[in-house]
């Protein structure tokens, strides 16, 4: 069988183009705001493509880099001084943060109006309620990847494995919503799950979001299944000009071939998150100024 790859940089140079297209028309620039706390290296990596998809598509952006030794209450003001600047719709608190911090105390005092990551519970509850406001960026770039390959969710069973907020519980929320998108029969497993590879291998597509390096392969995903790999990890590889490669959390060698349909890492889903970012960012701006977007 040969398998689809499900490559997310087309889909996310749409969604640039008709961002930039939109904003070209609009009264003025949606502004996103991230903030940066100490010198995680792959933050800083990430804060960069942030950057530079908002130059692509016409954003104002700002990046507030602060020291690891910042005390809470320095991040708490500036929070607020960027709640109130109508030049921002969008803040985004680059995580991990230093420990010393408060995360929940953080990401809480953010305007759920301009919580465009999605994470404070005031938009993680509508989408529970299944009236959500700004969907996590991996969770709705999964769906949107998925429909742009033309992947069926409506009645099928969904294995989502892991339980983080950023992917495993909204994306279990969200691909459980009566909507043309999703629609679908979800089991959302963790580290707790007896018996994973029984549950895995009876789902049409599993979602693999744990965080462990090729954890996932023939033994727990059926032949014919879609795979959605979430994970980036770096482990050795002496053969490489830098003696190290990305890899998933499911076994992509071992399955190539075999399921339907997979997403590659690098180059799958992590081109969405950007993207959805900024569509959310401008959905922000949009709220904020009262218009249809």
Known sequence: METLLLKGKAVRDQVFSELKEKVAKAPRKPGLAVILVGDDAASSVYVSH??????????????????????????????????????????LIQLPLPKGLDQDRILLSVDPAKDVDGFHPENLGRLVSGSPRFVPCTPKGILRLLAHYDVPL??????????????????????????????????????????????TSRADVVVAAIGVPKALGPDEIAEGCIVVDVGINRIDAPERPKGTRLVGDVDFDALNGRVAAMTPVPGGVGPMTIAMLLENTWEAMCLAEGLDG
């Open 50 to 91: 942030k950057e530079k998809g908002c130059e692509e598509v016409g954003f104002h952006h700002e990046t507030h880099r602060l020291d690891a030794s910042t005390d809470e209450n320095t991040l708490l003001e500036l929070i607020g001084r960027l709640n109130r600047d109508r030049a921002i719709d969008g803040i």
């Open 154 to 199: 409506a009645g099928k069973n969904v294995a989502v494995v892991g339980r983080s907020v950023i992917v495993g519980r909204p994306l279990t929320m969200l691909l459980s919503l009566k909507r043309s998108d999703a629609n679908a029969t979800v089991t959302l497993c963790h580290s707790g799950t007896k018996n994973l590879g029984e549950i």
